[in-house]
C-alpha cells in the first residue's frame, strides 16, 4: 500500500508559478512511474507528466511542455511538480498518483495510487 499526499496548490496569476508536492509513505519506492495528472471542471482527468525508475526519464503532455517540469527526491520520498507560466487553462484540480508495473503510461487507469489531490486556479 503507498499513501500519497499532496501540497502546495493555491492561487496564482497567469504568468506565476507554483510548486507542488507530493510525499509518498508505506511500501514507497521504488514505483516504477510517478505521475501528475490533473482534472479541471466538467472535464477529464488528463496526464500532465510523468518520471520514471531507475531511469529518471521524463514525460509531458504537450500543454505543459517547456513550462512545467517534474523531478522526484528518493531521499525524502517525494515528487515534486514546477509550474511555470502559468495560465488559466492550467487552471485544476492536481493529483499524484504511483504506478507498481514496468513502463510507462499516461492512462490514468494504469496507475495504482492516488492522492486526494491539490487545486491549482490560475486568474488572468
Known amino acids: 500500500q503507498v499513501e500519497l499526499v499532496e501540497s502546495g496548490g493555491g492561487l496564482a496569476q497567469a504568468g506565476g508559478s507554483l510548486r507542488l508536492s507530493c510525499a509518498a509513505s508505506?511500501?514507497?519506492?521504488?514505483?516504477?512511474?510517478m505521475g501528475w495528472f490533473r482534472q479541471a471542471p466538467g472535464k477529464e482527468r488528463e496526464f500532465v507528466t510523468a518520471?520514471?525508475?531507475?531511469?529518471?526519464?521524463?514525460y509531458y503532455a504537450d500543454s505543459v511542455k517547456g513550462r512545467f517540469t517534474i523531478s522526484r527526491d528518493n531521499a525524502k520520498n517525494t515528487v515534486y511538480l514546477q509550474m511555470n507560466s502559468l495560465n488559466p487553462e492550467d487552471t485544476a484540480v492536481y493529483y499524484c498518483?504511483?504506478?507498481?508495473?514496468?513502463?510507462?503510461?499516461?492512462?490514468?487507469?494504469?496507475?495504482?495510487?492516488w492522492g486526494q489531490g491539490t487545486p491549482v486556479t490560475v486568474s488572468s
Open positions: 498518483a504511483a504506478r507498481q508495473s514496468p513502463g510507462m503510461t499516461s492512462h490514468p487507469t494504469n496507475y495504482d495510487y
Open positions: 508505506g511500501r514507497t519506492f521504488p514505483s516504477y512511474a
Open positions: 518520471i520514471m525508475w531507475p531511469s529518471g526519464s521524463t
